[in-house]
């Protein structure tokens, strides 16, 4: 015997949770799928027994230039304000990140240029259009050699879009309107975001799936490769390992949240976290030692691994081949940041998943427009 249902959302991310609510607050008959033993799938977090709260799978800092989204976000949780400024190892200094402007014209001179003119065709070249080489050596490469363990003039172009020169020696890492952290942590906002609505953990839907039956809607916000079952490729990721320590006796490891090792010399993680900083100040005053967060990225197998879209055009091809086949299926939405084959910030994820609830409530829903619209976005 199967389980009918009108709604079936498989994942409790930001993406699963945000259209459940709305499905649920227009009167839909909704249950939502984890095959994860929490929900709020990776913004999730937890407490070290030290009491500092650690993000499990890496930091994450909301910020959105939307007031409706943050009024969205404000129904599941206040926020305290944290605007995260980081660092950068370099030559035995700790260095702002992003780049400051003072620093380069300190080693380069006042009238720097960058090293790059012309229209660039991989990551190496875009990023020399913003700086010069010397600072690109010592801030970027490896960093992103690392990060994707390839060459970084095998990059596509695109990514250096994630990142700037500060001129004006701006300490924060963004300046959007509203940034901070739910004042209890993404694990409470995820379950204030679901409160009220049925969600079954420990449950894996791709292999219970004969269990189902849905009368509108599959919403499925896993890997697409994985719903298809890889027949026609594996889509390529990398996600990070994290080995985490607890310093007893000391206040403080680092000068702040998140430090970046640029260069292979300095090991092969690529940042360390350190919690404390990210913390309100009243709270963290009070707790005895720190934890830290080493992460180190890799090529994952196993899809609960999987953190950053591989950027190539073979994935993107075969991306490409995954969506024609959920385009023929009109019951099928498949989103989200594994679905969609897409880094998406929280905010961008949260307001991607309202656009889609919105359609299906409005009963306008055309996953032909839809995926098309993802595509060339
Ligand atoms: C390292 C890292 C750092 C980040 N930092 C930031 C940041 O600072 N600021 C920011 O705005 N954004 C950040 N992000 C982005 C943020 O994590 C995403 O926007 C968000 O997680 C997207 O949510 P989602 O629901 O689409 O995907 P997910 O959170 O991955 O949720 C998908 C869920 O589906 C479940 N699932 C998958 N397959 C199945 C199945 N077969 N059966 C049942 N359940 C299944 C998974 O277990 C998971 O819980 C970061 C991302 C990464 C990787």
Same mark, same amino acid.
């Given at each position: 015997?199967?389980?009918?249902?009108?709604?079936?959302?498989?994942?409790?991310?930001?993406?699963?949770?945000?259209?459940?609510?709305?499905?649920?607050?227009?009167?839909?008959?909704?249950?939502?799928?984890?095959?994860?033993?929490?929900?709020?799938?990776?913004?999730?977090?937890?407490?070290?027994?030290?009491?500092?709260?650690?993000?499990?799978?890496?930091?994450?800092?909301?910020?959105?230039?939307?007031?409706?989204?943050?009024?969205?976000?404000?129904?599941?949780?206040?926020?305290?304000?944290?605007?995260?400024?980081?660092?950068?190892?370099?030559?035995?200094?700790?260095?702002?990140?992003?780049?400051?402007?003072?620093?380069?014209?300190?080693?380069?001179?006042?009238?720097?240029?960058?090293?790059?003119?012309?229209?660039?065709?991989?990551?190496?070249?875009?990023?020399?259009?913003?700086?010069?080489?010397?600072?690109?050596?010592?801030?970027?490469?490896?960093?992103?050699?690392?990060?994707?363990?390839?060459?970084?003039?095998?990059?596509?172009?695109?990514?250096?879009?994630?990142?700037?020169?500060?001129?004006?020696?701006?300490?924060?890492?963004?300046?959007?309107?509203?940034?901070?952290?739910?004042?209890?942590?993404?694990?409470?906002?995820?379950?204030?975001?679901?409160?009220?609505?049925?969600?079954?953990?420990?449950?894996?839907?791709?292999?219970?799936?004969?269990?189902?039956?849905?009368?509108?809607?599959?919403?499925?916000?896993?890997?697409?490769?994985?719903?298809?079952?890889?027949?026609?490729?594996?889509?390529?990721?990398?996600?990070?390992?994290?080995?985490?320590?607890?310093?007893?006796?000391?206040?403080?490891?680092?000068?702040?949240?998140?430090?970046?090792?640029?260069?292979?010399?300095?090991?092969?993680?690529?940042?360390?976290?350190?919690?404390?900083?990210?913390?309100?100040?009243?709270?963290?005053?009070?707790?005895?030692?720190?934890?830290?967060?080493?992460?180190?990225?890799?090529?994952?197998?196993?899809?609960?691994?999987?953190?950053?879209?591989?950027?190539?055009?073979?994935?993107?091809?075969?991306?490409?081949?995954?969506?024609? *086949? =959920?385009?023929?299926?009109?019951?099928? $939405? @498949?989103? /989200?940041?594994?679905?969609?084959? &897409? !880094? %998406?910030?929280?905010?961008?994820?949260?307001? *991607? =998943?309202?656009?889609?609830?919105?359609? $299906? @409530?409005? /009963?306008?829903?055309?996953?032909? &427009? !839809? %995926?098309?619209?993802?595509?060339?976005?």
């Amino acid at each position: 015997m199967s389980i009918k249902i009108d709604y079936l959302i498989v994942g409790s991310g930001l993406t699963g949770g945000t259209i459940a609510r709305m499905l649920q607050d227009s009167g839909r008959e909704v249950l939502v799928l984890e095959r994860r033993n929490h929900i709020g799938g990776n913004v999730h977090d937890h407490f070290h027994p030290s009491g500092i709260r650690v993000h499990t799978y890496g930091p994450h800092y909301f910020r959105t230039n939307s007031d409706r989204l943050w009024e969205f976000v404000n129904r599941f949780s206040s926020f305290y304000k944290y605007e995260a400024s980081l660092k950068s190892f370099v030559d035995g200094n700790f260095e702002n990140w992003p780049i400051a402007g003072s620093y380069i014209k300190k080693e380069i001179g006042e009238n720097w240029k960058p090293s790059f003119e012309g229209n660039p065709e991989n990551f190496e070249e875009a990023s020399l259009k913003i700086m010069p080489e010397l600072i690109y050596k010592k801030f970027v490469k490896g960093y992103t050699e690392k990060q994707w363990g390839i060459k970084a003039s095998e990059l596509s172009a695109d990514l250096a879009k994630r990142f700037d020169v500060m001129e004006d020696d701006e300490p924060r890492l963004m300046r959007h309107k509203y940034q901070g952290i739910p004042a209890n942590g993404y694990a409470e906002f995820t379950k204030n975001l679901i409160d009220g609505i049925p969600v079954i953990l420990n449950f894996d839907f791709l292999q219970n799936q004969e269990m189902f039956d849905v009368r509108k809607k599959l919403i499925f916000t896993g890997p697409i490769d994985e719903y298809y079952n890889f027949e026609l490729g594996k889509l390529e990721y990398r996600g990070q390992k994290r080995i985490h320590s607890y310093f007893e006796d000391k206040d403080f490891y680092q000068p702040c949240g998140q430090v970046n090792y640029p260069s292979p010399e300095q090991g092969n993680f690529i940042r360390i976290l350190e919690w404390k900083h990210i913390l309100p100040t009243e709270y963290s005053k009070r707790i005895k030692g720190t934890v830290i967060t080493k992460e180190i990225p890799f090529s994952p197998q196993n899809p609960n691994d999987y953190e950053y879209p591989f950027p190539s055009s073979r994935n993107q091809t075969l991306f490409k081949k995954y969506v024609q *086949r =959920a385009q023929a299926d009109d019951k099928l $939405i @498949i989103c /989200g940041r594994l679905g969609e084959y &897409k !880094y %998406y910030d929280m905010d961008q994820a949260i307001a *991607r =998943a309202i656009s889609i609830a919105n359609k $299906i @409530i409005e /009963g306008v829903y055309d996953p032909e &427009k !839809y %995926y098309n619209l993802s595509l060339s976005s």
